[in-house]
C-alpha cells in the first residue's frame, strides 16, 4: 500500500518519524519490523492516536528508492500509555 493510499484512509499521520533499524535485541513496538527488515534499513513510521489506542504504520523501500515511493511494511497497534 503506498503512503497515498494509507493517508485516503486514514489522514496525514500525527506524528512521522524516519528510524534505522538497530541490531536486536531491543524493545519496543519497532522490535516486530525485524521479521520484515534487516538491521541497518532504514524505515519511517506514521502514528495514528484514536482514543486509547496508538497506531503505527511502518514504510520502507529499496535502498536507493526516494521515501515518497516507500510502500507500507507493516502495521502496529497498542493501548495508549503502554511502558515498552
Keep these: 500500500m503506498s503512503r ?3 493517508r485516503s484512509i486514514l489522514r496525514n499521520p500525527d506524528l ?3 528510524a534505522v ?3 536486536s535485541p531491543f524493545f519496543g513496538p519497532q ?3 525485524v ?3 534487516k538491521p541497518g534499513t ?3 513510521e506514521w502514528q495514528y492516536t484514536d482514543g486509547g489506542t496508538i497506531y503505527l504504520v511502518w514504510f520502507c523501500g529499496a535502498k536507493e528508492e526516494p521515501r515518497e515511493s516507500w510502500r507500507v511494511v507493516t502495521k ?3 493501548p ?3 511502558v515498552f
Design 21 to 23: 533499524l538497530p541490531k
Design 31 to 33: 522490535e516486530s519490523l
Design 76 to 78: 502496529f497497534s497498542y
Design 80 to 82: 495508549k500509555g503502554v
Design 4 to 6: 497515498e493510499q494509507v
Design 35 to 37: 521479521h520484515f527488515l
Design 42 to 44: 532504514s524505515f519511517e
Design 16 to 18: 512521522s518519524t524516519v
